[in-house]
């Protein structure tokens, strides 16, 4: 297998560009890109040439990082099975988005399939970043939301700018701790801004799915490149789900020990009925809330922020396979489009690896050419709802992108 390149290079000190008052648990932290109308990042603006609101009240910056402040990056890679003969491509396209960034920019790599990999301490060294990358192998299923959060938490105490860029088909088979909407409300916590990359497994998992459902009895569960046998004691792997659906008792079982279609839905209907429409509201009620995964509807067509096209995907035979799939694949385009709204940041699409390096190359320049900024909110009470924030700047011509808000949680 080839390696990446070693490349020599000296790290310079890191700049302290970073103004901050005083440090405290309620800081609210937004990454803001600038840009003119023509999409070309500006990167002098001050801290006086911005205004932030909540609520629209207008709010004192207490905390701003400039574009020359380092970065910590968390790099993650799906290296689930679908990934397998790719995989030497996705190596070279993730080193060679490290050695975009800056010098003093701190990487930490995850790797996720049914087991999530911690490959190395933040570093700006190329080496043991280039080393950390080779250290990927392939692996089974794919443990998105558990990933996501080792992820935040590693991030959690960092000061100064932070970001995650995670390259995901986005369907989540196996994840034990961590949901959908748990990561998602994490998010609205942090000042964190993802940019995920999807790249599209759709069709190699169908076509894997109706291979080996031809080749098996119905009362065989087989293990399989796209999803492995349950370990003995437990479930069976489920819907990617916040609550997992139970396969004992009535429970219906389909192709590939994977809940049937009818029971998918129907168990999908009992959780939605049963939801606190208070606490997580349905996706209609505000674009800004927390999302539910969504049942049977397809991802809206409309193109994902700063990315051509659109994601689309075929009609498919109307038959248990299929309807599995395309629950857990509008589930996973639903997920990473909401990591990428609700932090500010971009979804890319990479459905052929050749695109891949562009996609990067794209998120590198924009974490080149990003603020921090961060405020105490006057409005003190942790009352659990969700606020609005609208960040705007007095320089004529420049079109500003940020996170549009976040839920006030009391962390008591």
């Not at 007095?394 to 940020?402: K, L, Q, S």
Request: net charge negative; hydrophobic share 30%; no cysteine.
């Amino acid at each position: 297998m080839p390696e990446v390149p070693r490349p020599d290079e000296v790290v310079p000190t890191e700049p302290q560009d970073i103004d901050t008052l005083k440090t405290d648990t309620n800081l609210v932290t937004v990454p803001v890109v600038a840009t003119d109308r023509g999409g070309i990042y500006i990167s002098d603006l001050t801290k006086e040439e911005f205004e932030i609101v909540e609520d629209g009240v207008k709010q004192e910056i207490a905390f701003f990082a400039q574009v020359s402040a380092p970065f910590h990056v968390v790099l993650m890679l799906d290296t689930s099975a679908s990934t397998e003969d790719k995989l030497n491509q996705i190596k070279n396209a993730a080193f060679a988005f490290v050695q975009q960034l800056q010098n003093v920019d701190r990487v930490k790599v995850i790797s996720f399939d049914d087991q999530v990999r911690d490959l190395n301490e933040f570093t700006s060294d190329r080496n043991t970043l280039k080393d950390a990358i080779n250290k990927t192998r392939p692996g089974q299923g794919t443990k998105v939301y558990d990933a996501m959060t080792l992820a935040l938490n590693s991030l959690r105490t960092i000061k100064g700018r932070r970001a995650i860029v995670i390259f995901t088909d986005g369907v989540d088979w196996h994840s034990d701790e961590s949901t959908y909407k748990g990561t998602l409300r994490w998010l609205d916590e942090e000042g964190v801004i993802v940019y995920p990359i999807r790249y599209d497994t759709r069709a190699a998992t169908e076509r894997i799915a109706r291979e080996q459902s031809n080749e098996i009895s119905p009362t065989t569960l087989p293990t399989t490149d796209v999803l492995r046998a349950p370990p003995r004691g437990t479930t069976p792997t489920t819907f990617p789900s916040d609550n997992p659906i139970p396969t004992s008792g009535s429970s219906k079982t389909g192709p590939l020990g994977l809940p049937s279609a009818e029971e998918i839905m129907r168990r999908r209907r009992e959780q939605q009925r049963d939801q606190d429409q208070n606490r997580y509201p349905n996706p209609g009620s505000s674009p800004n809330e927390i999302p539910n995964p969504p049942s049977t509807s397809r991802l809206p067509s409309d193109p994902p922020i700063g990315t051509p096209g659109t994601i689309h995907r075929s009609p498919r035979p109307n038959d248990s396979i299929s309807a599995m799939l395309d629950m857990a694949y509008s589930t996973a385009d639903a997920y990473l489009r909401a990591l990428a709204d609700k932090s500010g940041g971009r979804l890319m699409l990479a459905d052929t690896l050749g695109s891949l390096p562009d996609a990067f190359a794209k998120i590198a320049a924009e974490l080149r050419t990003q603020y921090s900024i961060g405020y105490y909110p006057t409005k003190k009470e942790r009352d659990e709802q969700y606020r609005k924030i609208k960040v705007t700047t007095t320089r004529n011509g420049v079109v500003i992108r940020a996170k549009p808000g976040y839920q006030s949680t009391d962390t008591k």
